[in-house]
């Protein structure tokens, strides 16, 4: 072995007291991580990767965060007090009374100097060709507030002035150059109802947060705006600002009388602040989820490492027998492992930091591949994400690197006498018992918690607690499988590669810890890979047959912006040629019972809303839905309300009335818990909430149907219609792309549990240096020699592939079954991707072999027969 | 065993020009030379040799520490390159052949036995036995590894791996791996050096009586004067040549020639 037992080689310096030596100690530990640099290189790789993460993810949050708060740092620059509608009228769709009237006494308060009254919502600019310009994010369009001179001051006009009146517009100046627009040129904006035919007047730029993140923004005159947004003579926000020596509090006091019911008034630092944690919320929960994966990521590298320094270990019994024949003591050895561990740990963890700002782009780019629509903005670093890095790197390393660390000092001074020492392979029996007791509390806790009924967040967490316990078992028993289960994978491999097939068998089974471990980091990536296909797959089938099932309609209209659509468009929709039947769909929260709690309603036609929604009745029917409710059935039951009986409702509005129970159906993801008839709903509502209108066409209607509905919209851009079949596509398309972003995350425990293939062949080809030699010497060709590499490596990767699918698959099918109480999804496997991922699983284990076992077939010969 | 040798290839074929080697010599090598290092710093290890090892015979090549016995040994296997000079092993020039010729020879000609390190763990004493022929693909001769393994000794251990099997058992399953696919040379390297005298004796009676009554032809390496005395003939190297040379050696005379390079040393 090179360079090893620094310390006999030291110069001989008489040592005047003990501690004196810990230098050569030092030196010792220095000089085997020089020798050993090719294997512990590998190791960082493991911890390179998982701090990466660590850091890209950190950077990516604070970088997020700044660009959100540059670009929505003015937004409410100035203003003091505003009056907005509340969050509970904003579910209710409720429009409190934010009127010419009240702004006015607004006004009238002492210390006021101005009030603008704004509305906003979504509105694009229609191009030449008839499409939208822009996303679907931050396209909005908003109130030209003029003060006393005549100037918004939020907005620079570059060319012409603000809009006066109903038929005329202002866009921002990067719109206009996207559509090639000029002051003078009639153009078309769309926002939720028909395209307008409008006058452009002027373009200008604002700091506006919706401007900066890449947004549009069209500027209407105040009675446009009320009456696109909000309702004629209603604003959706009045914000005052003071003169000098008004503070915000004594003003908020003055204005607090004068708010309308549906409103609240908050003061300009609420605004602000509010603002502030919202970003700081909404980064904090992506990073959360994103620093979940990194756990995972780093977890799996904790096996890594604990392999690679128990392989190192096992190496270098001799050298540490001779520290310890020379008089160092165990805690001397302990610690020079841990030392080693430690350097290793602030080496990779600094490189981990410098890679991860490269994962920081990258991440953007997947998620914006994904279409999230990330701000752009230089990296943020800040130092919590460089001590982060550094403090994971060494944390998970020293963890990692405990218990070889105590192995090596159990090994005894007179190994270094011995020329052969002979592997004590510890009995696996505690480990075993630990594991299987492990397993089986696990699995006690799963159950106890998955049968009570009306479980709570912390019922919940039990659960998966119980399941935590359980996998980290099954880990403890994955060497006790080992054996068993590469024996059977590999016999076809043995037999169809002769005698490279019948060593890498035996090769495989010969250390089951190793092995375990090594396929363990593959098990654990691919049990949550697994898992989540089940899970997607299954809610892909129910909302197959929730789409084929529950919905009898056609086609549905809806706006790109998932906003209430303008009633004339509902009107429009329900007068096209070819329709047989057709119904808004509305959606609000009413209070059932006497207990004032609310539900989500679901609203449609009281004549024809059942012809285009299919429900599975268990009870009564949709005969006396025009005048009644449908309830679900378990829902109902839950408050004994029967067919024919009455329910108290509460209305958005405030009135109440009692309505008669017409029918019970079976629990659909589709109808949730209440479906009313729209002739019950309306009256009570402010606003047209219908998000969608449900088409059934005509027989001999359906070729011409989707045109005929266009048609009858004026072919507005910013109208979606789509068959039942595009509606299943999309909801797939989520889903998919849910799943592809969640395999993007796992890939990089995967990728880590691929370093670890490859170190442990590595190091598993150096130990067998001299059986190597052997084989070579008797015969045994160079190719030979590296399909016996790769076989091994392919046993071990499927071994670890068929632990991870088998348990995700089962984790999966139980957990679907668990959900089975609220969304009737039954569980769904999808075998070719589980078969996938086994080939997959197998062809990473020949990648994974490709360097060790390259190096193995390159030995010579007599090297490797004479190696120690 | 006279059918053995007539499994042996045809002296000299057409791609040597210089007749190689009389009918009876298993290996020769003419004008051998090694060296390591270039300039100041070169070192011969082995000094323009010629050797003929005699076909069913064991043959003892001998020397002090550093007389290149063991270089010599390597270089006539085909296990190390040669700086000058040409090697054969049963007629065929193995100093001109690729890495691929060169282990299908070692695998299809050649036995080794070595010092330490010589079975795998993995597999059962039967099944190292019989790996050479596995990696040739070919099938084992039952009669002839039934044959062997008496000779050796173990039939009653044939399905215990390695590690259940004393040093001297596991040097005789190495010895018996060697044989079993009837090579045309046996090459043992130092092959008591980590036993003791009782299994060392062991393993050299096994060998001498693979060359007696298997018709084997054995070169080994040894530093252990009693154990030369197992050979038909014993050559003594020292300083990269070839010395002398003695038949029918017993210990005793062979530890005074011995004594004799020592003698040189310290004058």
Redesign the interface.
Known sequence: MPANGGAARAPPRPPPTPSRTEPTMWKTTLRNLVAYRLRLALTAVAIVFGVAFVSGVLTLSSTLSKAYKDAAATDYEGVSVAVRPTGDAKKANQIPALDEALTAKLRALPGVASVRATSSGFTAVVDRDGERLGGRRNVVGATFSPGKDGQDPKYRFETGRGPANAQEVAIDKRVAEDGGYKVGDRIRVVANGPVRDVLLVGTFTTDDAQYKLGGSITLFDRATAQQLFNQPGRDGELSVRTLPGTGEEALLAEVRPLVPRGAEAVTGTKLRDDQAKDIERDTKSLSMTLLAFAGIALFVGTFIIANTFTMLVAQRTREFALLRAVGATRTQVTRSVLVEATLLGVLSGTAGFVLGLGLCQGLRAVFNAAGAELPSGPLVITPNAVIASLVVGVLVTVVAAWLPARRAASIPPVAALR??V?PTAKSLRRRNLSGAFMVGLGAVICYGYGQLKDKTSGDVLMILLGGAVALTGVIMLVPMLATPVVRAVGLPLARGF??SG??AR??AV?NPRRTAATASALMIGLVLVSMLSVFGASLKQELDRVALRGITADYGVSLVSNQPMDPAMVDAVLKAPGVQAASPLLSTEVAMGTGGTTTEVTGVDGRTGMQLLHADFTEGGPEGFAAGILLDQKFAKDHGWKVGGTVPVTYPDGQTASVTVAGLYETSLLLGNALMPNQLLQPHLDRATATDVLVKSAPGAGGSMRDNLKNALNRNPAVKIMSKDDYRKELGGIIDLMLNLLYALLGMAIVIAVIGIVNTLAMSVFERT??IG?????????R?IRSMIRIEAVMISVFGALLGTGIGLGVGVLGVKALKGSTQMTPTVPWERMGLFLVLAALVGMLAAAWPARRAARME??GA?KAE | MNEYREQTPPNGSAAVPEPPARPGVAARAAQLTKAYGEGETRVVALDAVDIDIPRGRLTAIMGPSGSGKSTLMHCLAGLDSVTHGRVWIAGTEITQLKDKDLTKLRRDRIGFVFQAFNLLPTLTALENITLPMDIAGHKPDPEWVEQVVAAVGLKDRLHHRPAELSGGQQQRVACARALAARPDIIFADEPTGNLDSRSGAEVLTFLRRSVDVLGQTVVMVTHDPGAASYAHHVVFLADGRIVDEMDAPTPDRVLERMKRFDAVRTT
């Open positions: 020329s052969d002979p002769g005698i019948k060593l035996e090769n010969r001299r059986e052997m084989l070579r010497a008797i015969g045994m060709d160079r030979r010969v007599l027969i």
